[in-house]
């Protein structure tokens, strides 16, 4: 069975996650600060070029990963590629993320906090099977 990644579409999809985070922490960057007791001076130091790349190479994952998913279980729609897209943030990042931020040992996150950091996600992996599961390639 040979598996169809739609290569362009996620492509976009990188450059599309880059900007759900750059405009998701400019609505809620201020809240995040204050929820961590930070001031934007306590960060401004510390970006550097790798974080970045960071950012874009775990999305370059998230999205061929969600490709090749939603193309094994033949989601060919938007709607199928968002409920796979959904059930994988769920199961696979926000349950085990806010276990982890409300149950450490070393510090415990408010639920405001857990869902700045994991509504991120939700809305650009949202995006991805969306556009994943609707995207046509030609042939």
């Known amino acids: 069975m040979q598996t169809r990644i ?3 579409a996620v492509w976009i999809l990188v450059i599309i ?4 985070g750059f405009g998701w922490y400019a609505i809620f960057g201020n809240t995040w600060l ?3 007791a930070r001031e934007m001076t306590d960060i401004e130091r510390t970006h550097n070029v ?4 960071l950012a874009v190479v775990t999305a370059i994952i998230v999205n061929y990963a969600l490709a090749w998913l939603l193309s ?3 989601a060919h729609t938007a709607v199928a590629g968002l409920r796979i897209a959904l059930f994988c943030w769920f ?4 349950a085990e993320f806010a276990t982890v931020a409300l149950f450490s040992a070393f510090e ?3 639920w405001p906090l857990v869902l700045i950091d994991m509504g991120r996600p939700l809305v650009a992996w949202s995006i991805s099977g969306l556009v994943l599961g609707a995207w046509r390639k030609s042939v």
């Open 6 to 8: 739609h290569h362009l």
């Open 17 to 20: 996650h880059q900007a759900v």
């Open 34 to 36: 204050n929820l961590h």
């Open 50 to 53: 790798g974080a970045y790349v």
């Open 72 to 74: 094994r279980l033949h």
């Open 91 to 94: 199961s696979f990042l926000f």
């Open 108 to 110: 415990t996150n408010p």
